[in-house]
Antibody, heavy 122, light 108 residues
């Protein structure tokens, strides 16, 4: 079964850091671009960051650029996002998502995890 | 950045009736558009990509149409399990990837 499982969320103070992980199983992780999408409580979906299948290319929303770093370890089938200088507006459920098409970077997603909640508050 | 606008915000439809959801892009996205369904407490699920291609396992009552800036998701005969939020997403010009604000479909 194709599955994504996020972890690492929690309560953090403004200015703090967290690293989220997304463990993938049931597919050839190294063949797919991966993405983080977040959803603030009661709000819509917001794209955060995407990484190519090899990890050689990364992309960020302006709202997180310079503060978040996406990475992947294809030997461990795991996607990461390091989040620094966190702000209240980063509070959200963070989903990892898999591209539908192999090798490409199509940026639409056929598999999503259940999400991990990040709360930034003092 | 391409802005995606969905309408209506909420749609109330009787079981068995047709539901029509709209999505408008601020500039042409060709047919690089996806639709997702998000049931309460669940992750989004891909319904449609390339504007009109159903994803694997999606029932035939879901169909997508449109191109350039105007798109429609149609649920031909609404079932109770279709009560959800629906989002459109463009992927033609990225970054940034952009989603619409969502349409909530309620069962009347």
């Amino acid at each position: 079964e194709v599955q994504l499982l996020e972890s690492g969320g929690g309560l953090v103070q403004p200015g703090g850091s967290l690293r989220l992980s997304c463990a993938a199983s049931g597919f050839t992780f190294s063949s797919y671009a991966m993405t983080w999408v977040r959803q603030a409580p009661g709000r819509g979906l917001q794209w955060v960051s995407t990484i190519s299948h090899s990890g050689g290319s990364t992309y960020y929303a302006d709202s997180v650029k310079g503060r978040f770093t996406i990475s992947r370890d294809n030997s461990k089938n795991t996607l990461y996002v390091q989040m620094n200088s966190l702000r209240a507006e980063d509070t959200a459920l963070y989903y990892c998502a898999k591209d539908l098409l192999v090798w490409g970077s199509d940026w639409f997603f056929d598999v999503w995890g259940r999400g991990t909640l990040v709360t930034v508050s003092s | 950045e391409i802005v995606m606008t969905q309408s209506p915000a909420t749609l109330s439809v009787s079981p068995g009736e047709r539901a029509t959801l709209s999505c408008r892009a601020s500039q042409s996205v060709s047919t690089n558009l996806a639709w997702y369904q998000q049931r309460p407490g669940q992750a989004p699920r891909l319904l449609i990509y390339a504007a009109s291609t159903r994803a694997t396992g999606i029932p035939a009552r879901f169909s997508g149409s449109g191109s350039e800036t105007e798109f429609t998701l149609t649920i031909s005969s609404l079932q109770s399990e279709d009560s959800a939020l629906y989002y459109c997403q463009q992927y033609t010009i990225r970054p940034p990837l952009t989603f619409g604000g969502g349409t909530k479909v309620e069962i009347k």
